[in-house]
DNA sequence: CTTCAACCGGAATCACGATTCCGATTCTAT
DNA sequence: ATAGAATCGGAATCGTGATTCCGGTTGAAG
């Protein structure tokens, strides 16, 4: 039988710790993320073995939630903006949630297998907006995933770094996606 | 007198500290660097007092260098391309020379008076180059130096990161271009 | 060729967080 | 109510890298 405390603090301690992480990125501390659950650090490192472990775990679960809206996007709306539309949630998720962007991305490093899984499935959702937004004529079509994920990759740091209002990233975006648009020059 | 070792050292050190913080980024750990210089860590001290000031002295060196550029290509250059050739520039030093983009940029933080007169240069040459390029119709004239200073941060950000090949890197930055450019939509 | 202040090298010290350990506390089952 | 396994809390431990210290060296001046 799993005890009642231990579920109700494994809770707590995924909650505080994705607000923390959201807030402060990777630099946040152990010592806060269970002071902030109201637990000790002992109860922290039982549920999660490790930062590293802790940060998949909330990574992971947003990316979960980029999927659906991803896939709600390609059913929902028309090609024409669910490409866009999604590439502005990405990156209005990256403003709000610190440190989501090096785990979205990530070329090398050390990927764990579920990590991957998500990763890949990421890179599908992207493509997939992508190839529609391009056949209903909403993207030229002489970009490819390479570039996208560039860019997606900048503009997410951007936002990332808390720098910039949201009507200069606004605007910023508004002429990246001018930019995919263009045909001529 | 100033002792001729100390000068020697000096300058080995400042070369040494710039290979490797271009090579590694602020992560870099000073017995490398003092390693490389072929001193000794106390030796590094006396002439920088802390890993912050040598990094300070370093990447303003080579702000300099970027300002040079700027002057260069605003009296050379015709204003369709030097704003743009400027950009480029930019993002091409942040692939290499791996954190200077924070300190380009930083809006808060704790910035100290030359640092800051140097970062105010800096705004005053890409202000410049855009406001030529925008009289010159090279550039859409709806658009404001926020904006552009988050896609500079963006791109630079995104090629420090050394994930993308330069071709591709190469690609975003040409849509980009097209969306500065373009008019309509 | 002395002298000695400035300069060296690098071991020792500090600082800061992540992670471990273990006695004290609960839960759950009986 | 009671046992005892699972779970707690948080002090102590580790690891990593920046910074300090100080006995030994060395260049410059007389």
Redesign the pocket.
Known sequence: ??????V???MRVLQAAEEVLDEQGL?????EIARRA??????L???F????ALYQAIVMARIDLLLDEAARLRSTGDPQTAFFAFFSKIVADAKRKKALTDALHSAGTDIKAEQSSRHAAMLDAIAGLLRNAQNAGAVRSDVAMPEVLALLRGASMAAETGDYSAPVLQRSLAILYDGLRVVSA
């Open positions: 039988m799993i005890r009642s405390d231990a109700r603090n494994r630099s946040a501390r152990m010592d109201g637990v000790g650090v002992g109860t490192y039982r549920h073995a490790t930062k590293e």
